[in-house]
Every structure is written in structure tokens, then in C-alpha cells.
């Protein structure tokens, strides 16, 4: 410490920039300034908390149970709580909810429905509040994927992440647990899915997850979620589809040729 006051406190002789080179700085200056950020629009991966409940005990108790597996896949995770099932006088307070998630490392950005009252709740408390009236797109109309998908052609390991956002994603090996797999179409692993599997991420209902062995962690299609615990454990080890049906995603083993030419029965889960 008394080094650095020294050096500072000794006699220093002036560097003086010609005026080409002071120009030069400024300019540079200038533009550094001007590219200091960017705003793009993106499409990202986000998990939304369906409320179905105002009654705060039953949401703390409920998280604790998902939960309660250090590994889970929502810890630390961004999330948009959704208020849309939940009638508008009937809501619980925001900051009491948003406490709660946070004490079990879930992280709100935003929220989605809701009353007046709780979009000035979300925006005193930091978060962003989305508009339900958005009509843009028809709510439960699936959005076409457009454009050539991605063949990735080795195992995903653990912590890694692998994205295809304009098509379908076959992966030519196994998905390993803590790795990640996400598409605006459909899933296709030739190998075992030990990880998490997102298809359909822009909304696509019809988009499906296909796996040569399922021992997933986690199956979502557009923005429909199962965890393992949901898994009926004779589809584990096994060739399986993933689908949407009214809302509901269903697991089903998939129909392959047996040696005697008949087909196997499907299981639903």
C-alpha cells in the first residue's frame, strides 16, 4: 500500500498528444461509446409457474415436495409466474409468492395475468408484467417451425446445452443427465435421454420427443412440463414418444417391429 502511494505521489513527466493523435483517441472514445449495448429480440428458454391456487401454504408446500431434489431442474432457474387460471379477485400477494420462490432458489422475472393490483405489485417489486391481452397469435394455435433443423452427431455431456431454434434436433448418440436439449420442433435421440428434453419451445403443439431409451430428467413441449417422478417407470429403458394431447403430455412406447413382424403395445403414461 505505501509502494502504490509513493509511486502515485512522485514526479511524473506529462505525455502531450499531437493533435492527430487526440483525434485518433476521441474518435475511438466515440465509438466505443456508441456500441456501449445493444438490444436484440430473442426467443429464450423460460420456465412459467402455473398458479391453479391463491392459498400460499398449499404453494410452499407444494414447491418444497417438487423441489426437494438438490439437482432439480427449476433451482436457480428464471421464471414467469402465471396468474391466467386464477380468477382476478381471487389473487394471492405478489410479494409474499415471490418471497416464497426465492427460499426455494427459484428466480421471478415477470408475471402473466393477474389484476391491477398485481401489476403495480410486479413492477414496485423489479419484475416485468405481461399483458394477457396480446392477440397477436391465437393462444393454443401451434406456430409452424420454419427453417432446416440441426443433426448433432455425438453424446451431449453433463452441463452442456444444445439448441436448435428453426427446426427439428436429432442427436446421433445419448443425452446425458444435467445436459440439455431444446427445439421449435421436435427431439430425436438415437441413444438413451438421461437429460432434460424441451421440443416445441416457440409454441409448436404438435412437435413430439422421441428417445431410443428414456431415462429423461425432464420432458417439456411447448412450455407443457413432466418430471421424472411423472415417469410410469415401465416406459424407463425404453423406446418412447413424447406428445401433447388436450393439454396433456403423454409418454407412450414407441410401436417398433418385433421379430415375428407384430408390434409392441403402448403404454400410456
Not at 419451445?201 to 412450455?223: V, Y
Request: charged share 20%; net charge neutral; glycine share 8%.
Amino acid at each position: 500500500m505505501e509502494a502504490a502511494l509513493h509511486t502515485k505521489s512522485a514526479k511524473q513527466t506529462p505525455c502531450i498528444l499531437g493533435s492527430d493523435a487526440m483525434s485518433t483517441t476521441q474518435a475511438a472514445m466515440m465509438k466505443v461509446s456508441q456500441q456501449a449495448l445493444r438490444f436484440k429480440g430473442t426467443m429464450l428458454p423460460v420456465t412459467v409457474m402455473e398458479l391453479f391456487t391463491a392459498d400460499l401454504v398449499a404453494l410452499e408446500q407444494h414447491l418444497a415436495s417438487k423441489l426437494q431434489d438438490p439437482s432439480a431442474f427449476f433451482t436457480r432457474s428464471p421464471l414467469v409466474l402465471n396468474a391466467e387460471r386464477l380468477p382476478p379477485e381471487l389473487m394471492p400477494d405478489l410479494a409474499a409468492l415471490v418471497a416464497c420462490c426465492q427460499r426455494h432458489e427459484l428466480l421471478p422475472i415477470a408475471v402473466r395475468g393477474g389484476n391491477h393490483v398485481w401489476r403495480e405489485q410486479a413492477w414496485s417489486l423489479g419484475l416485468g408484467w405481461i399483458d394477457t391481452q396480446d392477440n397477436a397469435r391465437p393462444q393454443n394455435k401451434a406456430v409452424p417451425h420454419a427453417g432446416a433443423g440441426l443433426i448433432v452427431e455425438r453424446t451431449i455431456r453433463s452441463g452442456q446445452q444444445v439448441w436448435s431454434p428453426k427446426g427439428d434436433l436429432v442427436i446421433l448418440g445419448s443425452v446425458n443427465e444435467g445436459a440439455e436439449v431444446l427445439a421449435a420442433g421436435s427431439i430425436h435421440v438415437y441413444g438413451t435421454l438421461r437429460g432434460r428434453a424441451l421440443a416445441g419451445i416457440h409454441g409448436d403443439h404438435k412437435a413430439r420427443i422421441f428417445c431410443m431409451q428414456m431415462d429423461a430428467e425432464l420432458l417439456a413441449i411447448a412450455g407443457n412440463y413432466k418430471m421424472a417422478e411423472d415417469f410410469a417407470s415401465p416406459l424407463r429403458g425404453k423406446p418412447v414418444q413424447t406428445y401433447l394431447e388436450a393439454e396433456r403430455l403423454l409418454l407412450a412406447e414407441l410401436q417398433l417391429p418385433t421379430s415375428n413382424g407384430g408390434w409392441r403395445s403402448w403404454l400410456q403414461a
